[in-house]
């Protein structure tokens, strides 16, 4: 048997939606049913009372005031369960049987995670108004294994093929609802008129919209649409995409554009009566970073209306479709990501960051400044996958390219960098004569590195390099600045050799001793918020007795903060936490019950910021720390604590957030055998 087989909880990042982080296990499709004769197959196992009704030919029919109900050893009180019931009318339930307790509406069909309270345990299902059909009622324990997640902004990834791109990438918001979207008219049109839900959609679901215009002989031509305003990068290439079905019965003629101050361009399709993909690569050839994106019905000569079902509209940045991403506000996704060339995926939690250099992407802006250095637009691919990285061309002698943004504290500066015909170049800042850190950027190797500065070069495939200078002491002045080097040994400000070039893209400059994940910017700053992930599990997935809590997790840097996960209930009085300290390579864990801590380990790692694989194991005077396959630590005389019913990625109380990467995150609600952990957290 797998050991997987006994988890009770296991999040490997793999799946994932708006405000959710979805676990391996528990898996909701093998939950047990709570519910007997849910299907109504026969006329047993429910009584019928008030006004009564009947069970016949697989439903269950009640009278206006009548009931259906049944006691249930299986529903227990005050735990969340997922309810499932399918038919017409509004039905209203409760758990508490024959009670006076509050019931539920549910207008059929329904599905709802609920809790169940207290009481007669059972469900008791009444008509107390108009007609009601029930075709099956399904009750089954809440798998709840899937964390909540918030983060109320947008962020970036590395994708699987490499390329930084946002999260989720598509740039349209509410991607299949189109009542959310602008309305537009040109011409004598009448306005459009969007009645959501009503066709069945691509994948089978009732979720594709209907687009409608009435144009009453009103004149030539008629246009009508649905639009949407989105912000691209200067002579950003996008694709636009749309599924499409005719809604009259005859074809349907529409076009896909986009259109800002001073340019539109656009193409023209036809919706048949079977669902089809259409797409349409756009760049807007002028430096307005506004585009309205519509989805229009044309008509050329006066119909009585113009018809047709939207669904799955996308837009993602480049030439390329990549595989629809279903969006809402788009501000609370969850990041999976590839850097380093990985095959399986990371989640990636990160501090609230806000990149203080604006136009990273245009190096031609004014917000860039330039002293013996000229700077072409858009002349390779960047790391995004787009042609928006510029060629950054250096006369001979010393020269430089610098922000506007002064430091004033702790700043990390970043940029991404490719071999063009200069080997070296030089991150400084012109407020302390140790502040700068010397790059290989044709090799990927650091060069001197002032002792104010710590710096990294971070390989990001197809020649870039992401070069990274943090000036974490010192005095906190001047700007950032690049300069062209002829060797790794150059010192501050040390700009020579004859004229050459660099690649550039994507320009960061953000307060903290650390780098995080790219913030693209354009006229104005930008600021990620930070990740919260948490909520997941219910009291019926934990065991309070015994169990073990294992995580495969890296550290973002050594920043001096605590970074926890924990299992509790909710408070800081009862829980069992693992984190990385204040102290540097260090992880503590430690059991606390009824406000006591019980036992306490802290063990220093050879390196935080790589993979460790870490498990604690808790029972009655017999709890273990084990880190990388070995048992580093034990405490023979601890109690333990009760009420657990939540892991999250922070303290109990919320404080304390994991900020970091993890590849996997596992529960288990007995003590595992010391065989069982060391192969558990062997790397």
Not at 279 to 284: D, L
Not at 320 to 332: G, S, V
Not at 605 to 631: C, F, M, P, Q, R
Request: aromatic residues 10%; glycine residues 10%.
């Amino acid at each position: 048997m797998s050991l997987l087989d006994k988890a009770s909880l296991v999040q490997i990042p793999s799946g994932y939606g708006e405000d959710k982080l979805y676990s391996v296990i528990p898996d909701p499709n093998t939950l047990s049913e709570l519910v007997i004769n849910g299907d109504f197959a026969t006329n047993s196992d429910w009584t019928i009372g008030g006004a009564g009704g009947s069970i016949s030919g697989g439903q269950l029919t009640l009278a206006l005031g009548g009931s259906a109900y049944q006691i249930s050893g299986n529903i227990i009180a005050n735990t969340q369960v997922e309810v499932n019931i399918q038919g017409t009318g509004t039905v209203y339930y409760r758990f508490d049987v024959n009670s006076s307790s509050p019931t539920i509406a549910a207008t059929l069909p329904y599905t709802a995670t609920v809790n169940t309270g207290t009481g007669n345990m059972g469900i008791q299902l009444m008509n107390l108004g108009g007609s009601v059909i029930i075709d099956s009622v399904s009750i089954k324990s809440s798998s709840d294994g899937d964390f909540d997640f918030s983060r109320s902004s947008t962020g970036t990834r590395v994708n699987s093929d490499g390329y930084i791109e946002e999260v989720p990438r598509n740039q349209l918001t509410y991607s299949e609802d189109f009542s959310s979207w602008l309305t537009w008219q040109q011409g004598a049109a009448l306005p459009v008129t969007v009645t959501t839900n009503v066709a069945e959609s691509p994948t089978g679901t009732l979720t594709a919209d209907r687009i409608q215009c009435d144009q009453v002989s009103l004149g030539s031509p008629n246009r009508v649409g649905v639009m949407q305003e989105v912000t691209f990068a200067p002579l950003q290439r996008f694709t636009i995409s749309v599924w499409a079905k005719s809604a009259s019965g005859s074809n349907e003629s529409f076009k896909i554009i986009a259109r800002n101050a001073t340019g539109i361009t656009g193409g023209a399709f036809t919706a048949t009566n079977e669902w089809q993909k259409f797409s349409r690569v756009v760049e807007m050839r002028d430096p307005a970073v506004t585009v309205n994106v519509i989805i229009g019905l044309y008509q050329n000569t006066d119909t009585t209306t113009t018809d047709i079902y939207l669904w799955g509209a996308q837009i993602v940045l480049g030439e390329t479709e990549k595989p629809y991403i279903k969006t809402t506000d788009r501000l609370d996704i969850p990041r999976l990501d590839y850097s380093g060339g990985a095959t399986c995926p990371t989640l990636l939690l990160e501090p609230q960051r806000t990149n203080l250099q604006t136009y990273s992407e245009d190096l031609t802006n004014g917000a860039w400044i330039t002293s013996n250095v000229s700077v072409v637009p858009n002349q390779t691919t960047s790391p995004d996958g787009t042609t928006t990285a510029d060629k950054v061309d250096y006369g001979s002698g010393s020269g430089f390219i610098r922000n506007g943004v002064t430091l004033g504290s702790a700043t990390t500066f970043s940029i991404f960098v490719k071999y063009f015909d200069v080997q070296w170049i030089q991150i400084m800042t012109s407020g302390d004569v140790n502040h700068y850190a010397n790059f290989d950027v044709q090799n990927g190797v650091l060069g001197n590195v002032g002792s104010s500065t710590e710096a990294e070069i971070e390989d990001y495939g197809n020649g870039w390099y992401r070069i990274v200078a943090k000036f974490v002491s010192g005095t906190f002045a001047g700007q950032p600045r690049l300069y062209k080097i002829s060797s790794g040994v150059r010192p501050w400000a040390g700009g020579d050799g004859d004229a050459g070039s660099y690649y550039m893209w994507g320009g960061q400059q953000e307060v903290g001793t650390f780098q995080t994940s790219y913030i693209p910017t354009a006229s104005s700053t930008v600021t990620r918020n930070a990740d919260v992930c948490d909520n997941a599990g219910t009291s019926a997935t934990f065991n309070d007795s015994e169990g073990v809590l294992f995580a495969e997790i890296a550290a973002l840097a050594n920043d001096g903060g605590n970074r926890s996960i924990s299992i509790s209930d909710g408070t800081t009085s009862n829980q069992i936490v693992i984190r990385y300290s204040t102290t540097a390579n260090q992880v503590t864990a430690y059991v606390t019950d009824g406000g006591v801590i019980t036992a306490q380990f802290n063990y220093t790692l050879s390196d935080a910021l790589s993979y460790n694989k870490i498990a604690l194991k808790y029972k009655v005077n017999d709890v273990a720390l084990w880190v990388n396959g070995t048992e580093v630590a034990t405490d023979t005389s601890a109690t333990m604590p009760s009420g657990f019913d939540e892991l999250k990625f922070s303290r109990a109380d919320g404080i304390n957030d994991f900020y970091g990467k993890c590849k996997q995150l596992i529960y288990f609600n007995e003590a595992l055998e010391d065989a069982e952990l060391t192969a558990l957290t062997t790397l």
